[in-house]
């Protein structure tokens, strides 16, 4: 089984985070997520975040969430962060489950994750993405607060998942930069195929087509 698009419920998230996040007067980011977790269906989404950090996009999550039934997690560094994000989610009306840690035993303990979210404000971002124990359905990657220099951001050096591949990658000027990426299920990649990459000239998408 793959992951499967819902128009319908991407649709339902960005309207409810819309009115949830009209407070905050940000750009469209958490929006556009929320729509993304939700459509997706996803079941287990996790994100990282630090004291300090824009809440907007956690209180997206959290309306998604609502609408797949699934779980939200946020990890966060220390306790200091922990009390503030629960602080201001809890402002916004909304929760998540809070897990304190370094990214090597959080994410050991976050089994099938299928959305995923990464601020590369944070340092370890990389060694989260490379330690993420992904949805044997498939995934949806997500970067955000990626720079312009973020935009060939090479994907597929940081799935450590055997036989995954991304097989479809791109950069939104959205916010401070959205860098994305949609990983296969597990075992799709059948032998004998091999992949081509396409970057889009005017878009500066990056597709990875099989053949």
């Not at 959290?62 to 922990?82: I, L, M, Q």
Request: charged share 20%; proline share 2%; hydrophobic share 45%.
């Amino acid at each position: 089984m793959k992951l499967a698009w819902s128009p319908e419920r991407a649709s339902k998230a960005y309207i409810d985070t819309v009115q949830s996040c009209q407070v905050f007067r940000e750009s469209g980011v958490a929006e556009l997520i929320s729509a993304m977790a939700a459509g997706w269906n996803a079941q287990l989404i996790v994100e990282t975040w630090s004291q300090g950090g824009v809440i907007a996009t956690s209180v997206g999550l959290a309306v998604a969430r609502k609408h797949t039934c699934g779980r939200h997690v946020c990890v966060v560094p220390d306790e200091r962060a922990r009390l503030e994000y629960a602080k201001r989610m809890g402002e916004a009306g909304v929760s998540a489950e809070i897990v304190v840690g370094e990214a090597e035993e959080v994410m050991e303990g976050l089994v099938g994750v299928d959305f995923l979210v990464v601020d590369a404000g944070r340092k370890d971002f990389p060694r989260v993405l490379r330690l993420a124990k992904l949805s044997s359905k498939g995934a949806v990657l997500l970067c955000k607060n990626a720079n312009s220099t973020s935009k060939g951001f090479i994907w597929r050096s940081l799935v450590a998942q055997g036989a995954r591949r991304v097989v479809r990658s791109g950069f939104l000027p959205v916010g401070k930069g959205l860098d994305m990426a949609h990983v296969s299920a597990s075992g799709s990649n059948s032998s004998g195929h091999r992949w081509i990459k396409h970057v889009d000239q005017q878009s500066g998408d990056v597709h990875f087509i099989r053949t």
